[in-house]
């Protein structure tokens, strides 16, 4: 707990801890998926980021960045844009490949296009994808960029031969602890549906929120990397070393993936402001020390407008 | 700003323009490109600024104007830079076209984009436009690139095209994408695909949604509801040869 909780910062009456989130460079890359409507878009992209909330366990992060109108998609027709991020850029292309191949290749009606055209660093997506053609697959160069047109049974899968690739950001993150479950959830509802849809942003866990966050490496079991943050866990209050204030019942944790560091401080202004709410007693951060992620987003800078 | 060329006065003979674009140009002055070597059909030998007028800074970009049916050849070799033509152009235009856009408001004579005599390899790059009709062999041997035809293309179209893209507005003469090896020809209009092409099904291709999207976008085409969402009829051919291309005509069915 920072001993600076005196140095009084609240919003709504919501203390803001003295503290930051700790996060780390990955590398993302951005796909437009389209389909004849927007339920099929929706279909792929779900299925394109399912188990994607942790590189921990998932080997990929992803999150669906926003909808994208017709008016906005190449082909014109309904889109979704959808962020992916790894650790290395060699994991990127090999995530991309798996799961597009699996998930948007399968989707019927769908076409699936870079959506990171200036990335000077690409990976060739569609470059490996087309020997599911078997042959068959033709290639089309369209505005200097190379597409594939691979044949499938219901008609033709369009994929770009390559993906720009980014330096982004990954684990923005805060916590909210508050008096009840409930009411943790409720902040956590609104935090992360503030932050929904903003460019350059997505929430890679289950409804934007975590309710496990992990600490680095494990008490008992020395192979582990992460267990459980126990210094959060309101059971463990009387065990471990606590560092939850008195009357916090339960904690939620909102983690936040970015194109860079000034779109994750932005989302994450929003999103603290709109979880301090009643029944919210403190909006803390997941950190490491400092020591493994070189990006740090103090919460009181952001909240008062600097940047984090 | 770009560079004008304004023809100075009626062409009384056939001239070859071959070489006024090819190779780099693009920041080449007005007075520069003047010198370019032009060939008159009866009198030989000449320089572009004998026949054009030039004026304005280089910027890439180039706008002929004047009656040119007898200019032949213009943007042949072309591989960088935007040549744009104010009305009809004669023979060969994009001849061989490697990069860069050419877009011409109005009629191209007979083999726009195609091959050089004696050559396999027509056009390998680039982007030809053609706002009018075009004549006989346009794009025939493409190897790469796109050309466009807003209104009739004339027989033979694509003739033994080795990839690429060509659209067509309206009708297509006969014999088109005959002895292809891949490649496409989208058309809009009334097409008659050679014997040697085979009706394989009925479908939206979405690769052509995105290039027309951009054709509308970027060179303000009159793409319609119906071509982006119509259904198209593909044929594949030509099997005298690889068999890899098609025909795709767009049916109101």
Redesign the interface.
Known sequence: MSPSRSDVMKIRGVFIEDTFAEAFTMRVARIIITARSARWVRAAALKLTGFATSVIGCKVEAGIERELPAKETPDGRPGVSVLMMTMGKDDLGKRLIERIGQTVLTCPTTACYDGLPEAPDRVGVGSALRFFGDGFQISKVIAGQRFWRIPVMEGEFLVQEKFGMLKGVGGGNFLILARSADAALEAAEAAADSMSARPGVILPFPGGVVRSGSKVGARRIKSMIASTNDAFCPTLRAVTASALPEGVNSVLEIVINGVDTNTIASAMKTGIDAACRDGVVAISAGNYGGKLGPHHFYLRKIMSGASG | MSILAKLKGPLSQRVDLSEVLAGSWATLSARELSGRRVYLERDGGARLGDLFELAGSPEGRIRFVGQLDQADRLGAVLTEGEVIVEGNVGREAGLAQAGGRLDINGDAGPRAGAAPPGFKRGMTGGELIVRGSAGAEAGGGMR???LVILRAAGDRTGLGMI?G?IVVFGAVGADAGLWSK?G?IVAFGQVSPPPTYFYACT?????L???L??LRS?YGLPVQPRH?NGQYRRYSGDMAELG?G?ILAWTSK
């Open positions: 790469r690139g796109l990839a893209t891949r496409s479908f939206q291709p979405t690769y949604r995105l290039l999207t951009r970027s982006l890899k098609e």
